[in-house]
Structure formats: structure tokens, C-alpha cells
């Protein structure tokens, strides 16, 4: 059997979000500081919730790649995904692949929140802390609208892939790997 094929027939091997342990505690954390309800407390609210959302636009982009590469079977196709790059790059990606579930809405709301954290960032110095609070108070509704937005879109890559395992790939199967997979 060949790499792609083993990794459609096991769900443990599809794509998921990187040391989600760590991205639970910094979503524990955030809250945490963004409920003190200062401006300190906030900003590190909404880095941490970057974060996090940096990790959510490449677990769907790993989800993209591999709805691409089950849909050239048997041909292969390989992507490479930077693991260092800024958020833009991650959001321009999602906006040039395949589309899926909600991709618009998921989309227009990491931007959106991109530009609080831009925002507050950048005219720290410039600006009255107290009026930059008032705008990053935006900023843990916004994040949970998109943290529903990923579960919707994981949710949804997950029936693809399972679908595409029970209706398209079983046919690839020897009846011993067949038997191996489902009894």
C-alpha cells in the first residue's frame, strides 16, 4: 500500500493542528489575561490569540493540501508549508487553494482580526492606551467567531475525508488490507 493511500485508511494520519496542548493553555492563558480587563492584559490576550489562529490557518491549509492530493490520486503532489512565516503569507495561501466550508467568512474574520492586533501594536506609542483598550475589547468576540468558524471547517474537511475513505479509496484495497482496515 502505497503513503498516501495507509494515510487516507487511518484518520490518526490526516491533518491536524500542531501541539494542540500548547495552543490550550495559550487559549486558557489568553483569557485569563484578557478578562483582568486592562490594556496590558488585553494586548497579551491578543497576541496570544494570533497565536493561535496563525496554528488554525495552517492546520486548514494541511486540510487543503491533502483534499488536493486525495483528488489527484493516484497521481502525487507535494506541498511544502514554511513553518516560519507571517501571518499574511498564511491567509494569502488559504485565499489561493481549493475552497471549502465558510473559506470567505473564515477568512475575512482573521483579517479582521489581524487589523486589531496591527492596529494596537503599532500605535501603542502614538496613542492613548485607554482608547486602544476600548478597541481591542473587540478583539475576544471576533476570535471566538473564528474559533467557530475553524470547528465548522474542521468538521466539515473531516466528513470529506472520511467520505472519500469509505466511497473512493476502498476501492484501492487489496481484500487482505481491506480486512485489515474494517474486519
Same mark, same amino acid.
Given at each position: 500500500? =502505497? ?7 487511518? #484518520?490518526?494520519?490526516?491533518?491536524? *493542528?500542531?501541539?494542540? /496542548? ?5 487559549? /486558557?492563558?489568553?483569557? &485569563? ?18 497565536? *493561535?489562529? /496563525? ?11 491533502? @483534499?488536493?492530493?486525495?483528488?489527484? +490520486? ?17 491567509? #494569502? ?14 477568512? /475575512?474574520?482573521?483579517?479582521?482580526? &489581524?487589523? @486589531? ?10 496613542? &492613548? ?21 475553524? &470547528?465548522?471547517?474542521? =468538521? ?15 476501492? +484501492?484495497?487489496? =481484500?487482505?488490507? +481491506? ?5
Amino acid at each position: 500500500m =502505497d503513503k498516501i493511500l495507509s494515510r487516507i485508511m487511518n #484518520s490518526d494520519d490526516w491533518p491536524s *493542528i500542531q501541539m494542540p /496542548e500548547n495552543l490550550e493553555l495559550l487559549n /486558557e492563558l489568553a483569557g &485569563n489575561s484578557f478578562g483582568l480587563n486592562t490594556f496590558e492584559g488585553m494586548l497579551a490576550a491578543t497576541l496570544m490569540y494570533h497565536q *493561535i489562529l /496563525e496554528a488554525m490557518c495552517m492546520h486548514i491549509l494541511e486540510d487543503c493540501y491533502f @483534499y488536493i492530493q486525495l483528488s489527484v +490520486y493516484p497521481a502525487e503532489i507535494e506541498f511544502k508549508l514554511p513553518k516560519d512565516k507571517m501571518f499574511g503569507y498564511y491567509i #494569502s495561501e488559504l485565499k489561493s487553494s481549493v475552497s471549502f466550508l465558510k473559506k470567505q467568512e473564515f477568512i /475575512e474574520k482573521a483579517e479582521l482580526f &489581524n487589523s @486589531y492586533r496591527v492596529g494596537a501594536v503599532h500605535r501603542m506609542r502614538r496613542t &492613548n492606551l485607554d482608547t486602544l483598550a476600548v478597541e481591542l475589547q473587540k478583539v475576544k468576540g471576533c476570535f471566538d467567531e473564528i474559533f467557530d468558524l475553524y &470547528n465548522d471547517i474542521q =468538521d466539515d474537511f473531516r466528513v470529506i475525508f472520511h467520505s472519500l475513505q469509505k466511497d473512493t479509496f476502498v476501492e +484501492y484495497l487489496t =481484500d487482505k488490507e +481491506y480486512d485489515e482496515y474494517f474486519g
